[in-house]
């Protein structure tokens, strides 16, 4: 019995020091759980989080959290060579490899099997590591086959993924294969080998259909798509920097349109689900990533937006692969870019959705047109649906990816601080948030977002009500200051109320 006990308590503690640690890690869930007190109320709050609990869904909170296994650094200071593994079957992909890595400034050396003094502790790239016997202690797994359709797939060959560092997979069936049998999808990426790679001058036509997302056929232009993929990682690990990126890979790719949903080809159920809902002409687009999931997310926008100045687009439509679009959706988001072309409206960023609005926002005008209700305001706190004019281009693109402090540096937390921004919001707002996905930057439930929603939305309309309220005033005095004609000319003057 008191053994029992012991058990427990210790178990308790364990869960009470890794919910510590995730606060510590995440500051910005923890101060949703604040904002929502604020505005709903302690009773409430814990009644949420009463229900949360039974359905689950604060076990990775409650959970020691799952690390990604170090990844040593490919630029070591002593200059050795990276290793890549390859039976002399796969020598051309470990020629492709080793000249990739060659562009980034990285050496390589091909071999064929074990040494005779045995893998030493460098970085190996290992490609098809199950034909071999012996693994170094340190490797990065190169899967050049679809798992998914493997029979012999077997316990042996699950623990030698799972043993590796890094999984580079080149078939988003595979991965799904994978995160189905436990594994972390923080450490699989993305590499397709579909076409001719580590050739700086070739650009080749990548579908959707390649990400093995098919999104109403629509086509972005990337540079060869094994680059992209292959500096993405590298990007991801911190082997190279962003800069790099954009000089070896990122300036080659090209936008489809003016509209494109951000999203990660590793996580397929979530890409998938928007392939579904999507019948409004965005394109699919494959996002960034990094160790640092909210430093992946920011450096994707720093991306996007860099390649819409690039293109010289006046303004570009990003939405996330978790958004959801109501029925009403198509008929409004037709009005609101109507107004979002008009001259006389100023604004720096349109929000379709705000997850927490705070309470010390100022609405610095409202407008009428078409019978949507906006709301020009100066803070913004979320990205699951925006449009970015051109005015904000450069602010975005200053986003300093060196810069890992979370509490300020997040890419909403970023903007929030320009201070001088003019964000357009509509009452009600234009999408939604899928509760039935997850947070693949903090690892929860989408609904730990959804009571903080509706009361966002409805201290909007507190805000719009109230200073309606104050311009009433002002305009009844301005009456009576004026005669009819002039007081009337000022009502109907443009689309503004005040």
Known sequence: MLGRKIRKLADSCARIAATTEYFRQHPEILKGYFSFIRKRGLLNALSRLGRSLRRGGARRILAPQVGIKPLMRLRSSCNDPVIILATPSDLGLANIIAVTLS?????????????????????????????????????????VEDSSKADPFTEAYLQILQSASVILDCSTASIAFLKQKGLDLRRIFYLPLGSRPGNSNGISQVSNADMEVPCDNAQERLPDQFDYFFYRFLLATDNISFEEFWHLAGHEAELPSNAVCLSLPEYVERAQGFVRDNRFGFSAFPGLRHTHSWIGCAMSYKFLIMLARQQGLRQITICEDDVEFPPDFEVRWQDIQECLNDSDITWDIFAGLIADLDKDVDVLGLYKFRNQQFAVINKLMSMVFNVYSERVYDTIARWDEN?????????????ERQGALNVLTVDPFLVGHKESEQSTIWGVENTHYTDLIKASNQLLKEKILTCKKIAGVSNSRTRARTSPDDANTTRQHGSQEF
Request: zero cysteines; a negative charge.
């Open 403 to 415: 810069n890992h402090d979370v509490t300020t540096n997040t890419i909403d937390r970023y903007l």
């Open 103 to 143: 562009r980034a400034g990285i050496e390589s050396r091909i071999v064929h099997e074990l040494p005779r003094e045995g893998h030493d502790e460098r970085t190996h790239f290992v490609i098809n590591a199950p034909a071999f016997t012996h693994l170094p202690a340190f490797y990065t797994a190169v899967q």
